[in-house]
């Protein structure tokens, strides 16, 4: 996506610096390794029937709320976004942001007396690339209203000694695990899927809960009147 924004912003150009600067992104974009993120997605809609068929067994689930502002405790640290999905505002965004960063740096180079050199600025605007990569997505995924807690390994490497591995699909896949400062999960409140007997579930969970430590989360019952 950051690419085809590039690309766009490329044609439409007549600042001869700034198109071979963003001919030098492009091709950096295009060699890089981009599997240096690592992401814990949440959503600002916890009882969305689009979700419950997607992500909990078509009902047959429970949709976990934080206190997000224990988020702030996270250890490795992550960055928390709102994800973007309006097309106009991820254009807006990511060549604003690339724009204000070639500018300065551009002036920095300047002020120095050093020749501005397109591979030189480069290698600061990757790193906003790097930036973006996370918060923007298709358009088609808007009613999910997704935060993202993401953490960049690349520019932390002495946490890769401690990642984890889960098998997914016949591949190895790794994780980092997250510590929060008291030790638990931050569950605020817990709603049960639509197909699930409230009851039942309400009654069985509130015994999981309190063998686990967990007092004073709210049990709710979904709001969604749906039947698969």
Same mark, same amino acid.
Not at 3 to 23: F, I, P
Not at 100 to 114: E, K, Q
Not at 162 to 169: A, D, G, P, S, V
């Given at each position: 996506?950051?690419?085809?924004?590039?690309?766009?912003?490329?044609?439409?150009?007549?600042?001869?610096?700034?198109?071979?600067?963003?001919?030098?992104?492009?091709?950096?974009?295009?060699?890089?390794?981009?599997?240096?993120?690592?992401?814990?997605?949440?959503?600002?809609?916890?009882?969305?029937?689009?979700?419950?068929?997607?992500?909990?067994?078509?009902?047959?689930?429970?949709?976990?709320?934080?206190?997000?502002?224990?988020?702030?405790?996270?250890?490795?640290?992550?960055?928390?976004?709102?994800?973007?999905?309006?097309?106009?505002?991820?254009?807006?965004?990511?060549?604003?942001?690339?724009?204000?960063?070639?500018?300065?740096?551009?002036?920095?180079?300047?002020?120095?007396?050093?020749?501005?050199?397109?591979?030189?600025?480069?290698?600061?605007?990757?790193?906003?690339?790097?930036?973006?990569?996370?918060?923007?997505? *298709?358009?088609? /995924?808007? !009613?999910? $209203?997704?935060?993202? %807690?993401? #953490? *960049?390994?690349? /520019?932390? !490497?002495? $946490?890769?000694?401690? %990642?984890? #591995?889960?098998?997914?699909?016949?591949?190895?896949?790794?994780?980092?695990?997250?510590?929060?400062?008291?030790?638990?999960?931050?569950?605020?409140?817990?709603?049960?899927?639509?197909?699930?007997?409230?009851?039942?579930?309400?009654?069985?969970?509130?015994?999981?809960?309190?063998?686990?430590?967990?007092?004073?989360?709210?049990?709710?019952?979904?709001?969604?009147?749906?039947?698969?």
């Amino acid at each position: 996506m950051i690419t085809q924004m590039c690309s766009e912003e490329l044609k439409s150009s007549s600042e001869e610096n700034w198109k071979d600067t963003l001919k030098c992104v492009l091709e950096y974009l295009q060699r890089e390794d981009t599997n240096n993120f690592f992401i814990t997605c949440f959503t600002k809609r916890g009882d969305q029937l689009s979700q419950w068929r997607g992500y909990a067994s078509d009902g047959y689930g429970y949709s976990i709320g934080f206190d997000t502002t224990k988020f702030l405790n996270i250890e490795p640290p992550f960055v928390a976004y709102n994800v973007l999905y309006a097309v106009e505002l991820q254009q807006k965004l990511c060549i604003s942001l690339l724009r204000t960063a070639y500018n300065a740096v551009s002036d920095v180079i300047s002020n120095h007396g050093y020749e501005q050199r397109p591979a030189l600025v480069c290698q600061f605007l990757a790193f906003y690339c790097y930036v973006l990569t996370p918060i923007l997505k *298709n358009a088609s /995924f808007e !009613e999910e $209203s997704e935060i993202r %807690l993401c #953490f *960049n390994i690349k /520019f932390q !490497e002495a $946490s890769k000694k401690n %990642l984890l #591995f889960c098998e997914r699909k016949g591949i190895l896949v790794p994780h980092i695990p997250i510590q929060f400062a008291e030790g638990k999960l931050p569950i605020r409140e817990i709603i049960v899927g639509p197909n699930l007997n409230f009851e039942q579930a309400k009654w069985s969970l509130q015994q999981f809960l309190e063998q686990q430590g967990y007092a004073g989360v709210e049990i709710k019952k979904s709001a969604i009147p749906y039947i698969s």
